[in-house]
Structures are given as C-alpha cells and as structure tokens.
C-alpha cells in the first residue's frame, strides 16, 4: 500500500511527497509506530506522522515534527539487525534512533533520504574533512567504494582464518508434522554453529498457492532443537514456493555483522511459473563476504535428470538480488559465494533395486556414488560447474517407509538414492562434518547436515583495509580516464521468439586511473535499451585490465508482437558514458526470424503458410480467406489428442527446453515430422496461449465474464470475435476429452484451471480474488 498518497493529501501545492515509509521510534524503554515521508519543497525535509492504521487518507494521519534535511542533519549510523534496519538521525542536538522492516520499501526510503542529504551537501561549500568521508560512502560516489571492495576482496586470504560457522540442513518432510525433537539433526556438533542455514520441503500436493498450514509448527519444533549452549536470533524466515521454506538463524553476537539482506525466489514447474519446484534464496554480506543461500527443489523421477538441468540452469540464470543502490544492476546468485542445499531429486541410474541394497549393506558407497547422477553430470560439467561436495560416506537419504529405518515397501519400491544435497562455491571454505540423520524418522526422507567453516580475522581486515585506503589515497589524480572497446558493431544471427542470444564486448582500462562506465538512456528514450537488448553489466569500474560486458539479446511475449509483423527492427544503439571521460557508441543490429508465438489469433488464421514462408510486407495487410483456428494451435492439440490423452502429470510437468525449440521451429517453418515429448507439447502449448497479444477472451470482456453468473458464460463466449470464439470452444472440448480420461492421466478440473489464467487474462494485475473468480468461470465450460 503506497501511504504516500495519504501525506500527499495533508501538504500545500507546491510540496510533493517522495516516498513515505512506515518505522518504529525507538524510545529509551518502548517504540512507537509512525509514518515517514520525504517531501520536497524548496528543500527535502522529513515529514514525521502518527497514524491510526494504514494510511489512506488525510485522516489517517497527523503531523508530529519536521525534520529538514540541511548541513545540520546527518545520518550518523545504518545497520542490520535481524533483518531490520536500524538508522541513527541528528539534527542540530536532536538524535532520533529509526527501526525500518526489512525489504526493499525501506531501503528504497533510505535511498532517497541520503541522496538529498549528499546532494545538499555537494551544493555546499563548507565541506569538512568528516562530511567529505560521508560524502564518498555515499552510493552516488561509489567509485571509491568499489575500488576499496574489490582490493578487499583481492586481498582476502590475508584476513580469513578457520572457525566454525555454517551449519547447513536440507529436510523434505513430505507433507508431515512434526513428530519428534529434531535434535539429533540440528544439535549434533559439539560446539554451537555461529549460522544455521536450514531448508524445510513441507507440501507434497500443493501446487497453485503458497501457504501451508505446517508452516508454525516446523518453525516451532526446528527453534526448540537449535544448539542449547548459544542464543539465536531469526535473521530471515522465507516461504514462498508453497511449501519450499529457507530459515536463516544467526548468533546474537554475529547479527551486527549481518547486512544488505535479501530474498527472491523462481519457480520452474509449468511454464517457469508454478511453485511445486523450484528456489528460495537470500543473500546478505557478512563481514566483507558477499553469501547466498539457495534451497532448491527440483524436478522429480529417475529418467528426468535433463529436466533438473534445465532447472538448476533456470534457477541460476533468473534469480538475480536488487541492490541497495536501486540503479545498480542486480546481482545474479554466482557473484557471491553459494552455499546451495535442498532435495535436488538426482537419481541412482543403471543398477537395479537389489544392486543398490547390497552395496548400501556393504557400506560400498564409493562404488555406489559412482552410480550417481549428479555427480556423472558434475563431470561431464552440464550443472554445479566449479562447486564443490563433501565425500559422501553415508547411506542414501531417500526413500523410507515413513516412520522408520525400512526401504521403501510400497508397491513402486523405490531405488534409494541421494536427493537430497548440499554443496557450495567460494574461496577459503573447509567442509567439517557432511552427514545424514538416521535417528529422525518422520519422513521418508532423512535429513542431512553439513558445517561449514570461514571467518573474518577482524584485526587483520582493519589493517588490510588501512593499507588499501592509504593506497587509493595516492593514486588518486586529476588523469582522464579511458578505455578501449573490442568491436563497435555488433549483429544477432536469427534471432527467434525466447532464444537466448549474447555477443562479448571487451572494456581494456588503457588509462592510468580506475574507469566508472555505465550505458546512458539516449534522448526522449525510457532506458538505455531497447526492450529485447540488455548489457550485463550495464554498469561498473574497472579499476585494471579489462573487463567483458555480455550483450543479450531476448524476445519474450511482450516484444515479440511488433518483431513479428515488421513494426520494429533488431536494431539499437548503445551509448556507453565514460565518467569524466568521453561517450562511445556501439551498434546492435539482427535478423528476427517471425514467429506464431507472440502473434495474435486473427492474424494466424489469416495464414495459410508457415509464418516464416510469408514476405513481411504482407504481414501487415492480410487478405486470405481465413481458416476457423491457427494451424499452429490445431497440430498442437491434435499431437495431444492423438498420443496423451492417458499421459501422467500432463500440465504439470515441465517440458524440455530444447524440446520447446524444436516444436517451435517446427510449427514456425511447417515442417512438423514429429513435434516432440507429450510435456514439451503441452507445455508449448501453454506458452502459445500466454504469448498472444490479445487473449483468447480478449481484454475488453474480463470484466464481464468475472461478474457473470454460470448459466451466462456461454452467452459471454457467443458475443467474443469469431475466430477467437472458435479457439475457446475448441480448446474447452479437447480439455473435456482429456477429464473423460482422468482414470488413467489423473487430470483433476482444478489442475486445468491453469488454462484460466491464459485464456482470461487482466489488462492490468490480478489480485487473488480475480483469479479465483478467472479459475471459477474457465471451470463451468470443462464440467
């Protein structure tokens, strides 16, 4: 809820409200609630309210005190403490002591606040040796900053030695509460870990939302088993992925150390989307050591080893942090150093059930991990290229009859296997223990545990970072700085609809100072690229040497439209600004290869021909005599109709990425000998579906179909375009097929409202109750 708006309401003409964020006044034996806002008038102040609740309006709020933020207001301290920000103000004699919640609300408020209070500064005069310090920390001079922590970081292995740290646990409970103390688990180190980093898999059938009732219980029953000889506190509890949970708890003493904290998560079920698998992970700083943690869950069953992959490549690829300079880029999850755990679901391959007993009986289980698939695709380098595991000297965690030591028993008898795993990647971390937990018995999964160690010598960082100051202190001159670029010119090779494509641009520091570069918006231009075009990093320094920029190019479902029909081009141009140096400018040109994804459903049926056998300038003005439904969605669904009708886990299961290619290629070019695996057709289906411009209702009846009783939906259906008429009830008739069939393919209604959300799509964001009423509606057509 944005409460700016009800700031807004209380101030004069000329006053505008920046941002406003919610805090605690820290008093000296109580807190108070209230409402911050930065306002802009001649100069920033900061606007101090009480309020009754959540700001709405004028009402709700009533001015307490004015802060301005002039040369006598300074922002003495900021710090993380369990996951909030604590921020230390004066002004004149006055000090005020903030407490803001963790996210990126507050550090957006934070933001603001020290940029007028730098900029006031900067336009002054009267600089002091102190302020100028104040001034350079600041991330708008973060030149300096970046030199120093790059040093740093150059420099570490004189500042670390071994200690005892992490304590990292992976437990998939599969769907069961708890049941006895965890203490073996998360107590079986002599000493107290100074970190626990501890993944919790709760739900086993959930798939759409992202609550579990567990949730408390297992948050109860994993704090009563933390070591009883040192006092936690909770840095970061996050459960997003409906029941994927990553719970961080920190020493006391170690919170002051703890910052720059975040969270973000990337669902890789259906469609990239869904949140039966996929990550959770948070990044924070602890000393000068950039940490991530990523708890991930991925694809299931032995045969499907490509499609953990493709998941793990998903994961690194799209979870990225956003850091506390907003106009930074963020920050992908191999910048750091990666500790990774969880039920990554890697199989035992080419050893029947009875092999793999034996060997386990005979603690063989060097032979036995030869067998392994993570650690035969490690090798081959297709995933956790550079990352390290612990020898494994255990016996497989998974799978058990629930509630005991006993294999599997059921009718599938499963082949035990490692699934679930920890591994990490960094410098100068030493694994001390890497183990299962046999005595826990409430899943039938065991949990596994590994510590971790590495740690800041405090002395030796302080002297390190003396030195590195005094240095940079020396450099520091009046030289331009320069750089020389590998190429100018650039072009992309048949680009096509979500084909990932990237070119190097090399940056060489021929200058004699460090270079702070960043690509510029152009004039009249939003950002500093077209939409498909991102450069990575799109900023930085370059204290020495050189340093490569990845220029990508990507065409999604929102770019993809005007590409398809010949409205735009493959074709930028990149300015590259030099600070206190010169512009350089760098040309990206490419071919796009048309598409029937991204292309809307009158123009498809307009095509008798393959997208890609059209000339351009006739798809903008097209005359055939249209066909009832696009081909393209025909051979789709007749693939479907004709080889998966008794398919398991149809919708659900993620197809292959190089499957979805070749399916597009095909239907692009016409030439469909064979389309490909049943998931990768039905998941290509969907993305089909996603990708049209307008949808298949088309945005002008949302509202209606969402107020409409049952019995008025067909009448909704009658009154929508005829083509788009046509695809509706086609599509509703085959998904009708298949639930005739849910003996055998197990398809439930509730699993197909998937189909809601694509074919009734919001012009705008879809909050909850929309969406159940979009799953409501879409149900009545398939019953």
């Given amino acids: 809820m944005d409460q700016s708006v009800a700031i807004q309401e209380t101030l004069g003409k000329e006053e505008n409200c920046i941002v406003a964020a919610q805090c605690d006044i820290l008093l000296e034996d109580c807190s108070e609630s209230r409402l911050l806002g930065l306002v802009e008038c001649a100069k920033e102040h900061i606007f101090i309210y009480t309020h009754r609740r959540m700001a709405i309006t004028a009402d709700d709020v009533s001015l307490e005190d004015i802060i301005p933020i002039t040369l006598d207001f300074a922002v003495v301290e900021q710090l993380v403490v369990v996951a909030d920000t604590r921020v230390r103000m004066s002004y004149k004699n006055e000090k005020l002591e903030l407490r803001l919640p963790f996210g990126s609300h ?19 005069s009267s600089h002091t040796t102190s302020n100028k310090a104040q001034i350079l920390a600041m991330p708008q001079f973060g030149l300096r900053d970046n030199l120093i922590r790059c040093e740093l970081l150059k420099s570490e292995d004189s500042y670390t030695y071994l200690e005892n740290f992490f304590f990292l646990g992976t437990y998939n409970v599969n769907g069961q509460t708890p049941k006895e103390s965890l203490r073996p688990w998360l107590s079986c180190t002599p000493d107290p870990p100074d970190i626990y980093c501890l993944e919790l898999d709760l739900s086993k059938e959930a798939f759409f939302f992202s609550d579990t009732p567990k949730e408390l219980e297992w948050m109860k029953a994993v704090f009563e088993a933390l070591h009883e000889e040192a006092n936690y506190a909770l840095q970061v509890k996050l459960i997003r992925l409906v029941g994927i949970m990553l719970i961080f708890y920190v020493k006391k003493e170690h919170a002051e150390f703890i910052s720059d904290v975040e969270a973000e998560t990337v669902g890789t079920g259906i469609m990239g989307r869904m949140g039966n698998k996929g990550a959770v992970s948070i990044r924070f700083r602890f000393h000068n ?12 069953h032995v045969e499907e080893y490509e499609r953990r992959n493709q998941d793990f490549k998903d994961i690194c690829s799209r979870l990225q942090f956003r850091q506390l300079d907003p106009t930074e880029p963020p920050l992908t999850i191999l910048k750091h150093v990666v500790l990774w755990i969880g039920d990554l679901n890697y199989r035992i391959s080419d050893l029947d059930v009875d092999s793999v007993k034996d060997l386990i009986t005979k603690n063989d289980f060097e032979t036995l991990h030869s067998y392994d698939q993570l650690k035969r695709q490690i090798d081959v380098e297709a995933v956790f290229v550079g990352f390290k595991e612990g020898e494994i ?53 065991k949990p596994v545990s590994s510590l971790l160690i590495k740690r800041v010598n405090p002395e030796a960082y302080k002297k390190t970072f003396e030195e590195i100051v005094r240095n940079i202190d020396k450099m520091e001159n009046e030289c331009i700085p320069s750089l020389s670029l590998s190429k100018r010119e650039f072009h992309f090779k048949d680009v096509k609809f979500m084909q990932h494509h990237a070119e190097t641009l090399n940056l060489f520091n021929d200058g004699q100072v ?13 950002t500093y690229s ?7 990093p799109s900023k930085g320094f370059i204290a020495q040497a050189s340093m490569d920029i990845d220029l990508e190019v990507f065409v999604n479902r929102t770019t993809a439209p005007d590409l398809n029909c010949g409205k735009q081009e493959i074709e930028d141009i990149l300015v590259l600004h030099l600070e206190r140096g010169k512009d350089y400018f760098i040309s990206v040109t490419g071919n796009y290869l048309p598409s029937c994804y991204g292309t809307s459903i009158y123009s498809l049926c307009h095509m008798k021909e393959p997208i890609q056998d059209m000339p351009k300038e006739t798809l903008l003005e097209l005359d055939e005599k249209p066909l009832d439904i696009p081909k393209e969605l025909w051979m789709m669904v007749d693939h479907l109709f004709r080889n998966a009708v008794d398919q398991e886990d149809l919708f659900q299961q993620p197809g292959l990425r190089t499957e979805f290619a070749e399916i597009r290629d095909c239907l692009d070019s016409g030439m469909p000998d064979s389309l490909g695996s049943n998931h990768s057709v039905a998941e290509a289906l969907l993305l089909f579906l996603d990708a ?11 509202q209606q179909c969402l107020e409409c009783s049952s019995s008025a939906g067909q009448c909704v259906i009658s009154m929508l375009p005829q083509f788009h008429k046509n695809v509706f009830n086609y599509l509703a008739a085959f998904l009708r097929e298949l639930l005739k069939n849910s003996a055998n393919n197990r398809l439930e209604v509730a699993i197909l409202t998937i189909f809601a959300s694509l074919l009734l799509r919001s012009p705008t964001k879809q909050d909850f109750a929309e969406k159940r009423k979009t799953q409501e509606f879409f149900q009545h057509f398939l019953t």
């Avoid at 960043?518 to 009249?524: G, L, M, R, T, V």
């Fill in 692 to 702: 049209l411009p307008e949808p298949v209702i088309p945005f002008p009846f949302y």
């Fill in 530 to 536: 077209k939409p498909w075009l991102t450069a990575n």
């Fill in 106 to 124: 507050s550090r957006f408020f934070l933001g603001e606040v020290n940029k007028a209070w730098s900029d006031d500064l900067v336009r002054s």
């Fill in 393 to 445: 000297d255990f016996q497989p965690t998974y799978k058990y009859d629930t509630g005991s030591d006993k294999w599997d028993t059921s009718e599938k008898c499963r082949i035990p296997a490692w699934c679930d795993r920890i591994l990490w990647k960094g410098k100068n971390i030493q694994q001390n223990h890497y183990k299962s937990h046999m005595d826990v018995r409430t899943s039938d999964h």
């Fill in 289 to 300: 050591s950039d940490i991530c943690v990523v708890n991930s869950h991925l694809a299931a």
């Fill in 514 to 526: 460090p270079c702070q570069f960043e690509f510029i918006q152009k004039p009249n231009e939003s």
